[in-house]
């Protein structure tokens, strides 16, 4: 599974996978690949200086309207990790 959440201008992206080495048990993790900010990131961890975590991405593109129910059950999988986070309802 690796879904494409946000690109920048630059062409940095933003993704929500399982195949990253940092993934396992099918949880995906957050792979960001951008000139300001690159990393692994678990749904409590910060993002650079944004005050923004890994949760807050994902809960909001998996709120999106738009969203297959296979991208929305892989977004609560990977905010599961962090209950007291951002969820999404089922």
Not at 40 to 64: E, T, Y
Not at 74 to 79: D, M, P, S
């Amino acid at each position: 599974m690796n879904y494409l959440i946000l690109t920048d201008d630059d062409g940095g992206t933003t993704r929500l996978t399982t195949e990253h080495a940092a993934s396992s048990y099918k949880i995906p993790v957050l792979v960001i690949e951008a000139e300001d900010v690159a990393g692994v990131f678990g749904p409590a961890d910060l993002i650079g200086d944004s005050g923004i975590s890994g949760a807050d991405v994902v809960a909001a593109w998996g709120r999106a309207p738009e969203r297959t129910d296979h991208e929305r059950d892989a977004a609560r999988r990977y905010l599961q990790q962090w209950p007291d986070g951002p969820q999404i309802a089922e």
